[in-house]
């Protein structure tokens, strides 16, 4: 069964900063990442999403790697700023499983001013 | 272009009620996937639709059921409802299993007294 564990659960960090988001995966047969932030009390934003096949993927101020054969991936935030406090989720789907993502516990982030 | 709409977004319910939420995808979108959060459990995937097929359930009791229209708008039912069935609801949408993004929905927050 597969398991995702997000490190560290919660970050606090000044303005400016440049930070790493840590996700590992137990089982390395998947099809593909998806990194998502959530807002509280809201659904979830799309940020990144890595095919197997990929390494890295990149959007803006982030960018997010995929070693799949060690299961992990980082999200890298550059240059970060108050309004991307939020918590940050990643998820995993499987091969053969259709749409089911796997969920991580989230790292929530809170960048201070 | 619309996103993934769900309704209503806030609940209230009885213990022994039952529930019907509903979830619009993305147009041209014929997979959607349903979610429940907790502060507990985090995101667990309850089942996913394709088709008007469910192709994937979670581990929820049965209990916990769904549908999908032919014009691929989705509803979840919950019967006799629980204090522990209090929780964010997501629906989630994607063009096809497998290989493509997931777009979520803000939601739906139910609460159970």
């Known amino acids: 069964k597969q398991e995702v564990t997000q490190i560290p659960a919660a970050l606090s960090v000044p303005e400016g900063e440049n930070l790493v988001l840590n996700c590992s995966f137990t089982d390395s047969a998947i099809y593909n990442l998806q990194w998502f932030r959530q807002d509280p009390g809201k659904g979830l934003t799309s940020l990144l999403l890595i095919q197997s096949s990929q390494r890295e993927q990149t959007s803006g101020r982030l960018n997010a790697s995929l070693d799949k054969s060690s299961g992990r991936s980082t999200l890298y935030i550059a240059a970060s700023q108050p309004g991307d406090s939020a918590t940050y989720l990643c998820a995993v789907r499987q091969n053969n499983a259709g749409n089911m993502l796997t969920f991580g516990g989230g790292t929530r982030l809170m960048v201070k001013p | 272009k619309a996103g993934v709409t769900q309704t209503p977004r806030y609940l209230i319910k009885t213990r022994g009620q039952q529930v019907t939420l509903s979830c619009s995808p993305i147009s041209g979108h014929r997979s959607v996937s349903w979610y429940q959060q907790t502060p507990g459990q985090g995101l667990q995937f309850l089942f996913e639709y394709f088709s008007e097929t469910q192709r994937n359930k979670g581990n929820f009791p049965g209990r916990f059921s769904g549908r999908q229209f032919s014009n691929s708008r989705s509803e979840m039912n919950v019967s006799t409802l629980e204090l522990g069935d209090s929780a964010l609801y997501l629906c989630?949408?994607?063009?096809?299993?497998?290989?493509?993004?997931?777009?979520f929905g803000q939601g739906t927050r139910l609460t159970v007294v």
């Open positions: 989630a949408s994607s063009l096809a299993p497998g290989s493509t993004e997931a777009f």
